[in-house]
Antibody, heavy 119, light 107 residues
Framework: EVQLVESGGGLVQPGGSLRLSCAAS????????MSWVRQAPGKGLEWVAN????????YYVDSVKGRFTISRDNAKNSLHLEMNSLRAEDTAVYYC????????????WGQGTRVSVSS | EIVLTQSPDFQSVTPKEKVTITCRAS??????LHWYQQKADQSPKLLIK???QSISGVPSRFSGGGSGTDFTLTIDTLEAEDVASYYC?????????FGQGTKLGIK
């Protein structure tokens, strides 16, 4: 059974940093694109970033470029999102998602981890 | 950035009704358009990929169509469990984007 379990969320002050992690199991992690998608309270979905199988290609939404870094550890079946210079508008539930076949399209999703940026 | 605009934002529906949600892209994206369902307090679930391709395990009452800039998600014979928010999503070019969502409520 495919499982994606996010962790690392919490309350942080504006300008602070957090590192989100996603532990994957039930599939060959190194064979799939992985993504982060977020959802602000009461709002819709926003694609944040994704990374290809070896980690050589990374793409970001403009609003997080230069502040967030997506990475993966294929040996440990884990995905990460390093978030720096956090802003109030980064407050959201962050979902980790696995691609569909060899495609970046988010298919399996975790339950999300909540990030709140507030003073 | 490709902007996806869904309509309607909200629809009040009754069981057994046929429901159609539309998604318009700001530029042509071929068939790189996908649909998700999100129920309250749950993670999104992929319903349709590449405009019209079905997903294993998704009920056959869900179907998709369209290409270029105009797409539809149709729910034939709506069931009470289909009350949810629905999002279109494009993977034609980065940054990937989602529509603003369509929320279905029971009348």
């Amino acid at each position: 059974e495919v499982q994606l379990v996010e962790s690392g969320g919490g309350l942080v002050q504006p300008g602070g940093s957090l590192r989100l992690s996603c532990a994957a199991s039930g599939f060959t992690f190194s064979s799939y694109w992985m993504s982060w998608v977020r959802q602000a309270p009461g709002k819709g979905l926003e694609w944040v970033a994704n990374i290809n199988q070896p980690g050589s290609e990374k793409y970001y939404v403009d609003s997080v470029k230069g502040r967030f870094t997506i990475s993966r550890d294929n040996a440990k079946n884990s995905l990460h999102l390093e978030m720096n210079s956090l802003r109030a508008e980064d407050t959201a539930v962050y979902y980790c998602a696995r691609g569909y076949g060899g495609n970046p399209l988010p298919y399996y999703w975790g339950q999300g981890t909540r990030v709140s940026v507030s003073s | 950035e490709i902007v996806l605009t869904q309509s309607p934002d909200f629809q009040s529906v009754t069981p057994k009704e046929k429901v159609t949600i539309t998604c318009r892209a700001s530029q042509s994206i071929g068939t790189s358009l996908h649909w998700y369902q999100q129920k309250a307090d749950q993670s999104p679930k992929l319903l349709i990929k590449y405009a019209s391709q079905s997903i294993s395990g998704v009920p056959s009452r869900f179907s998709g169509g369209g290409s270029g800039t105009d797409f539809t998600l149709t729910i034939d014979t709506l069931e009470a469990e289909d009350v949810a928010s629905y999002y279109c999503h494009q993977s034609d070019s980065f940054p990937y984007t989602f529509g603003q969502g369509t929320k279905l409520g029971i009348k």
